[in-house]
């Protein structure tokens, strides 16, 4: 129960820390120190399943005919009224689970950076290899996951890379370097679908951070920089695009709906950089075209979703190519959504220019 417990407490932590630097506009600590509390319970747990695992394989109490004897019979009859406990055995799979989880908290709290205006991250890094690494290595070795090990590092490098380049530890050419190297190393990345979503999450991140640090001069992005960022930007959309293309097509890929929907994303955050200072010339010419690749993505995650009964997912696909399709001059669905369900339409409209998917004149065009 204990084990249990301090595992259940440390991804509530992580949860409940999410959320609040997500959702809370002022910069407080409170995330911070509730990611750092769930890492706390997080090895607290994974000390009691290393020390249960070692018992139950040095556990030498066993009678000659092979039955431990805790098991043998007592020659009492069995009470009515006793219960029996099932007890999940501790293996070094469900060790590997619980490291994994630590370093899953360890990527979010590299997103404070961004989000929250937390520094100096240099402490994540320091604890992955004195408390993680070697563990993580040998663990998932003992149970032949080296590819979930490989993933949850390549993550967590870049996650390292964008709280350096967003606390101004990294420049541009040397958080590009990161971002494009991490994934390199995937023999088989062309077939592995979650890898692929991986890689593609890394890239719009990449977009996003770089996007908002020219938002605010202060973040250090110099004159060649600017020259550089729309040309950069373009080549990690086109690759996440490519990344999530490919993952939609494998048989073992998973969370179709969402899978569209980010590739409608990316075709909105390229035609963006048509109207970004300076202009990116290709985006401008295609703007049209990009709008229409993402109408038809969006429709595909409406309908994936609609077929998998995520109903949210649905509801903000439809929306979107609602949005899109009135860019390019059909309202109508757009205004018939806005009638029975305003609020949720504007909701998505202000995600969407939050997250640089739509421009001021976008939203004219739309009467918002």
């Not at 309908?303 to 696909?317: G, I, K, P, T, Y």
Request: glycine content about 6%.
């Amino acid at each position: 129960m204990r084990l249990t417990c301090a595992s259940n407490t440390g991804q509530l932590l992580t949860s409940l820390a999410e959320v609040i630097s997500s959702e809370v506009d002022v910069v407080t600590a409170e995330p911070l120190h509730l990611f750092q509390e769930a890492l706390e319970f997080f090895q607290r747990c994974l000390s009691l399943q290393e020390y249960q695992l070692t018992q139950s394989e040095g556990d030498d109490n066993v009678s000659e005919d092979g039955v431990p004897e805790s098991n043998q019979p007592t020659g009492e009859p069995p009470h009515e009224d006793h219960w029996a406990t099932v007890v999940e055995p501790v293996t070094r799979n469900t060790i590997l689970d619980t490291l994994l989880a630590q370093v899953d908290t360890l990527i979010a709290v590299c997103g404070l950076s961004s989000t929250r205006g937390v520094n100096d991250p240099g402490w994540v890094e320091e604890h992955y290899e004195n408390l993680l690494h070697g563990r993580i290595l040998l663990a998932s070795e003992e149970t032949s996951r080296q590819r979930d090990a490989a993933l949850a590092k390549a993550k967590l490098r870049c996650a390292l890379a964008d709280a350096g380049f967003n606390t101004g530890k990294l420049d541009l050419p040397t958080y590009e370097f990161e971002v494009s190297s991490v994934f390199e190393g995937f023999s088989d990345l062309q077939s592995d679908a979650q890898a692929l979503c991986d890689r593609a999450d890394a890239d719009l991140i990449f977009n996003a951070s770089i996007r908002k640090a020219l938002e605010h001069p202060d973040k250090g992005i110099t004159p060649q920089d600017i020259a550089k960022s729309n040309v950069m930007r373009w080549k990690h959309l086109t690759k996440a695009l490519d990344s999530f293309t490919t993952a939609s097509k494998l048989p073992d890929v998973k969370h179709l709906p969402r899978i569209h929907l980010l590739r409608g994303d990316c075709e909105m955050h390229r035609r963006s950089l048509g109207a970004a200072p300076p202009a990116y010339e290709i985006a401008l010419t295609s703007a049209s075209t990009l709008l229409k690749n993402a109408e038809i993505f969006y429709r595909g995650a409406a309908r994936f979703a609609e077929a998998e009964n995520e109903v949210e997912e649905e509801r903000e696909a439809s929306t979107k190519e609602a949005i899109v399709a009135g860019l390019l001059g059909d309202l109508s669905r757009l205004k018939g959504q806005a009638k029975s369900e305003q609020a949720r339409v504007r909701e998505v409209v202000e995600d969407m220019r939050e997250e640089g998917l739509l421009l001021t004149v976008d939203l004219r065009s739309l009467g918002m």
